[in-house]
């Protein structure tokens, strides 16, 4: 398990900017918003072989007056380069009932190359947000290059798509909107939708030993057989 933390003051401005990643054409940008970030993360080794890094994002929050509520943004992960990034894809909420200074919150399962951003929302409907980050920034060097040599852009792109079966559930990780259907031999539907994250579906294998998932990617139609035990 590996930390890595940043701490920004307010009399130093460069320290805030340095981790940073401002985008023109959002609203107002409060300064010296964000008081700390660590990011506990830990790597690991998908089934395709492909080196992965997630964890836990702790963000320590300066919270102006008047503020009622907090809102903490992120992308999809996986996003190597800013151009890239495109909208954020989740949304996590936290109520500010009585006034405080300070505000920690904690979000799980943060993958590399996953943007975040702050938004505050005052009593009075004005609307503040935080400069942009990524999980990248707080992971260490060399554990980054190890990551990008196993997992290119070029790789994330041609397979996109991981299959696996585990625990009785078959888990499907895309990072691209793609349709899916999953189906028993028996011609029963598991599933039949669109899948754009990490999602984990229940199997019952009293239906069937053998279970047939297509999906489309790159103008191709792709079947995979997952026989179960």
């Given amino acids: 398990m590996k930390i890595l933390s940043t701490i920004f003051f307010t009399l130093i401005s460069f320290a805030f900017s340095a981790n940073a990643i401002n985008i023109e054409g959002q609203p107002s940008?409060?300064?010296d918003c964000i008081k700390n970030i660590e990011y506990n993360y830990q790597l690991f080794n998908r089934p395709n072989g492909r080196l992965d890094c997630s964890g836990e994002l702790t963000v320590l929050?300066?919270?102006?007056d008047r503020?009622?509520?907090i809102l903490f943004y992120r992308s999809k992960p996986y996003i190597?380069?800013?151009?890239d990034f495109k909208i954020f894809g989740s949304v996590s909420q936290f109520q500010i009932t009585e006034p405080i200074s300070?505000?920690?919150?904690?979000?799980p399962d943060m993958r590399w190359g996953t943007y975040f951003r702050i938004r505050f929302?005052?009593?009075d409907d004005t609307e503040f947000y935080s400069s942009l980050y990524c999980t990248s920034s707080y992971i260490e060097k060399n554990d980054l290059d190890a990551i990008?040599?196993?997992s290119s852009a070029e790789s994330i792109i041609n397979n996109p798509v991981n299959i696996s079966i585990v625990n009785s559930n078959i888990l499907i990780e895309t990072i691209v909107p793609t349709d899916f259907i999953?189906?028993?031999l028996n011609g029963s539907i598991l599933f039949s939708g669109k899948i754009s994250s990490t999602i984990s579906i229940p199997i019952n294998n009293t239906n069937s030993s053998i279970i047939i998932v297509r999906y489309k990617i790159n103008n191709r139609i792709i079947t995979k057989k997952f026989i179960l035990e």
Avoid: H, R, W
């Fill in 29 to 31: 940008i409060l300064q």
């Fill in 61 to 64: 929050i300066n919270v102006p």
């Fill in 67 to 69: 503020c009622q509520k």
């Fill in 80 to 83: 190597i380069n800013i151009e």
């Fill in 102 to 107: 300070e505000k920690e919150i904690t979000i």
């Fill in 121 to 123: 929302v005052l009593d």
């Fill in 148 to 150: 990008f040599e196993t």
């Fill in 182 to 184: 999953i189906a028993y």
